[in-house]
């Protein structure tokens, strides 16, 4: 699965309604706190909201559960001061260089971070998608909900966090959907900052022989299901 900087070719969700449950069920005796806030929807399949680091209100994130970590923009980094050390990030088939830094606190809807580990990278340099936004949230960050839903026809994105935040609870790696392809039983990772579906052909071909494919773009091991 490419990292959080590939933005250019999407999923796009036709759900209306689309739930995301953690598989960890919430500890009896606690209610979990819940929020619902406005998204904008932006290129007909982002899911973009308002969000505040530190002092800096009134900034844009993209919401990505394909993104394992959270990232933000060199000028928002440069804003806050921050030092970083360099890294590096792979998206397919290259690397994309990138930093570390450490932020004092982001916050949206009802998710506080507290200090939090980002990568920094000049967005709009990967994708014109991104050209103005100040960071992305990652599964590093959405992880700390118990419930998540995204209502793309009242354009609504809603959190159900557990009573204490924190408490040690690995990120998810992926959230999946099942899927029925030619009869034959499928499991797709779902993805809100990816447009379009992507099949993995060496998969395909392993797992589900049978499958009629025909190829559509080369190069990006894209892969049409008739």
Do not use: C
């Amino acid at each position: 699965m490419r990292q959080a900087m590939f933005l250019g070719v999407r999923i796009l969700l036709v759900f209306g309604l689309l739930s995301v449950s953690f598989l960890k069920a919430q500890d009896l005796g606690k209610s979990p706190a819940s929020s619902t806030i406005p998204f904008q929807l932006r290129s007909g399949f982002l899911v973009v909201v308002n969000g505040q680091i530190g002092d800096l209100a009134g900034l844009k994130f993209i919401v990505d559960t394909g993104a394992s970590f959270t990232f933000i923009d060199r000028k928002v980094a440069d804003r806050l001061k921050l030092p970083r050390r360099p890294g590096k990030t792979t998206n397919f088939d290259r690397n994309v260089p990138v930093g570390w830094a450490v932020i004092p606190d982001l916050r949206v809807g009802p998710v506080r971070s507290g200090a939090l580990r980002v990568m920094v990278a000049k967005l709009g340099e990967y994708s014109e998608f991104a050209e103005d936004m100040d960071g992305i949230i990652g599964l590093d960050l959405l992880g700390r909900s118990e419930k998540i839903s995204i209502d793309f026809e009242m354009r609504t994105i809603s959190w159900e966090m557990a009573s204490e935040q924190g408490g040690g609870r690995p990120s998810p790696a992926y959230f999946s959907i099942p899927f029925i392809v030619q009869g034959f039983p499928m499991h797709l990772i779902l993805d809100t900052g990816f447009q379009g579906i992507l099949l993995y052909k060496d998969r395909l071909r392993k797992g589900l022989p049978d499958l009629r494919t025909h190829l559509v773009q080369a190069g990006a091991a894209q892969i049409g299901v008739q």
